[in-house]
């Protein structure tokens, strides 16, 4: 069983900066493209960022490109998320997702596994 644990979320005020980690466990992890997604109250869950199984691709949602950057230590088995400029309206419940293929994708239900969320909460 795929286990999914998300850690490093808080309060923090805008324009600071949050680094989310998650740890994997029960997968190949060098096999798996990894993602962060988020989901704000009331609004559907949406994709911020991939990463490949190498950490050498990577692809980011518009409202977070240069300011966000996922990586992953496959030693280690973790992927992380660093969010700098963080704004009011990065406001959500960040989820670490696995999906079991080569190919990107950047949609909820091509990740087959998925964590718990850690919440970010950005205040002005």
């Known amino acids: 069983q795929v286990w999914l644990v998300e850690s490093g979320g808080g309060l923090v005020q805008a324009g600071d900066s949050l680094r989310l980690s998650c740890a994997a466990s029960?997968?190949?992890?060098?096999?798996?493209?990894m993602a962060w997604f988020r989901q704000a109250p009331g609004k559907e869950r949406e994709f911020v960022a991939a990463?490949?199984?190498?950490?050498?691709?990577?692809s980011y949602a518009d409202p977070v490109k240069g300011r966000f950057t996922i990586s992953r230590d496959n030693a280690k088995a973790l992927v992380y998320l660093q969010m700098n400029s963080l704004k009011r309206e990065d406001t959500a419940m960040y989820y670490c997702a696995a999906r079991g293929s080569v190919i990107m994708r950047t949609n909820p239900p091509a990740f087959s596994s998925w964590g718990q969320g850690t919440q970010v909460t950005v205040s002005s």
């Open positions: 029960g997968l190949t992890f060098n096999r798996y493209i």
């Open positions: 990463i490949d199984w190498s950490g050498s691709g990577t």
